[in-house]
């Protein structure tokens, strides 16, 4: 089909019949300057940033029957390169990798397969690191874990290095982020059970990168 402008037209009734036409021929999506362009393949994987992606899994029964399924589970993969058996999907926290980790819902097959369910549980929210190991989970339904930059996680009320998984300090409502660090008030002493040794109040800074934590001021 010839591309044609709009002063090729005796009349615009035939101008709009011809573009009509021209908008539903399979393979283009409109127009530039008269010019018809190619529709966009949409990618079926999930990208990630940085080179990742997860791509969809099948899903069998015990007889080895494909389950037909609206929902999709992924595998994770680098550079087309599969990473691991572990199976995810993108949950509303997931904006792709940020410093190194990103954050997920992890699914376990469960014990017993049943078709309805697909064989998976509920999900876990995790945060992941570019190996594509679990760094920090979910301890509850209720509870999301947030990579707060760097390699700061927090999860149930506590900041984590998420390089160790180690607790650094209670996770206030008063959180300030910088460039480099994150201020933070810790003022009661029973948010501090999970940090040993206990830690003293007052307000402390903690590094992005190091998670050097350096109590700054007391509280008054």
């Known amino acids: 089909m010839s591309t044609r402008n709009f002063k090729d037209f005796e009349n615009p009734t035939e101008a709009l019949a011809f573009f009509t036409k021209m908008m539903s021929t399979p393979g283009y999506s409109g127009f530039f300057g008269g010019?018809?362009?190619?529709?966009?393949?949409?990618?079926?994987?999930?990208?990630?940033?940085?080179?990742?992606?997860?791509?969809?899994?099948?899903?069998?029964?015990?007889?080895?029957?494909?389950?037909?399924?609206?929902?999709?589970?992924?595998?994770?993969?680098?550079?087309?390169?599969?990473?691991?058996?572990?199976?995810?999907?993108?949950?509303?926290?997931?904006?792709?990798?940020?410093?190194?980790?990103?954050?997920l819902?992890?699914?376990?097959?469960?014990?017993?397969?049943?078709?309805?369910k697909h064989?998976?549980?509920?999900?876990?929210?995790?945060?992941?690191?570019?190996?594509?190991?679990?760094?920090?989970?979910?301890?509850?339904?209720?509870?999301y874990p947030n990579h707060i930059?760097?390699?700061?996680?927090?999860?149930?009320?506590?900041?984590?290095?998420?390089?160790?998984?180690?607790?650094?300090?209670p996770k206030t409502s008063t959180l300030i982020k910088g460039t480099k660090s994150i201020i933070i008030e810790h003022r009661y002493d029973w948010e501090t059970k999970e940090v040993n040794p206990a830690l003293p109040l007052g307000i402390y800074q903690i590094d992005l990168e190091t998670c050097e934590l350096l109590k700054i001021d007391d509280i008054k």
Do not use: W
């Open 119 to 143: 064989g998976f549980d509920f999900g876990t929210h995790v945060i992941i690191n570019m190996l594509g190991n679990i760094v920090l989970s979910s301890h509850s339904i209720t509870d």
């Open 149 to 169: 930059g760097g390699h700061l996680g927090s999860s149930k009320g506590y900041i984590y290095d998420l390089r160790t998984g180690k607790a650094i300090a």
């Open 35 to 103: 010019m018809p362009f190619p529709k966009k393949e949409r990618s079926p994987y999930l990208d990630l940033g940085e080179g990742y992606e997860l791509r969809p899994i099948e899903i069998f029964t015990e007889e080895g029957k494909v389950v037909e399924t609206t929902e999709q589970y992924f595998n994770l993969y680098h550079n087309g390169l599969k990473m691991l058996d572990l199976v995810f999907r993108k949950g509303g926290m997931c904006n792709g990798f940020k410093d190194g980790y990103c954050s």
């Open 105 to 116: 819902i992890h699914y376990k097959l469960k014990e017993k397969h049943t078709e309805e």
